[in-house]
């Protein structure tokens, strides 16, 4: 199993372009997020999903976008990207069931710089 | 609402002492309790996790936290630090029954190891 992949690990976008970011996850996770970490921060959660077709916000879902077609794939949209927008971007799946055990997988990152 | 605390922002210990990593929550219910670790570059791993039952619970790498529930407390300890160990690490808490979405991550404490 690859796990969490994400695409691209590095990006610099100049202020008010749009890109999305990509997840996907092999493991069959019927949960996926999307979170930020700040230098110094702890992880923010932007996005979250239960399953295909379901998504939520999260703390800080203002200039972001997701959908969720598949259990697979949990992409990430930035429209007008603006300078707050800087920072590491992870993409986590868990599986949550009666007897689930929650703990999260996490890709690896995406490192975003906007300019 | 959930919270998550952990008091150090930075630790530096010896190669081979001790090590004990705070961590403080604010839930009403039993919490579902995590720390994750961090390498530069990468994304987290789940060390432990803590849902119910035994209050010691052991995870990789060596590591191992206690739940105290008089404490609101979920620290995180072992006992013979590798130069491997350094790391960030991060404390989570879930919701009660819905542990696997809305996870809280405290702010994290960076762990350097000297020899």
């Known amino acids: 199993n690859a796990g969490v992949t994400q695409t691209p690990k590095f990006r610099i976008l100049k202020i008010g372009q749009s890109m999305t970011l990509q997840c996907t996850q092999d493991m069959n996770h019927n949960y996926m997020y999307w979170y930020r970490q700040d230098p110094g921060m702890g992880l923010k959660l932007i996005y979250y999903?239960?399953?295909?077709?379901?998504?939520d916000k999260g703390e800080v879902p203002n200039g972001y976008n997701v959908s969720r077609s598949t259990t697979e794939d949990f992409p990430l949209r930035l429209e007008l990207a603006a300078p707050s927008q800087t920072s590491v971007y992870f993409c986590?799946?868990?599986?949550?069931?009666?007897?689930?055990?929650?703990?999260?997988?996490f890709g690896p990152g995406t490192r975003l710089t906007v300019t | 609402a959930q919270s998550v605390t952990q008091p150090d922002i930075h630790i530096t210990v010896s190669e081979g002492a001790s090590l004990e990593l705070r961590c403080n929550y604010s839930y009403g219910a039993t919490p579902y309790l995590f720390w994750y670790v961090q390498s530069p570059g990468q994304g987290l791993q789940l060390l432990l996790k803590?849902?119910?039952?035994?209050?010691l619970v052991q995870g990789i790498k060596g590591f191992e936290a206690e739940f105290k529930r008089s404490q609101s407390s979920f620290n995180l300890r072992k006992p013979s630090v590798h130069w491997s160990d350094a790391a960030e690490y991060f404390c989570a808490v879930g919701a009660g029954n819905t542990g696997g979405f809305k996870t809280i991550f405290g702010a994290g404490t960076r762990l350097f190891v000297k020899a």
């Open positions: 803590y849902f119910s039952g035994d209050t």
């Open positions: 999903s239960v399953g295909a077709g379901i998504t």
């Open positions: 986590a799946s868990s599986y949550s069931s009666s007897g689930g055990s929650y703990e999260q997988y």
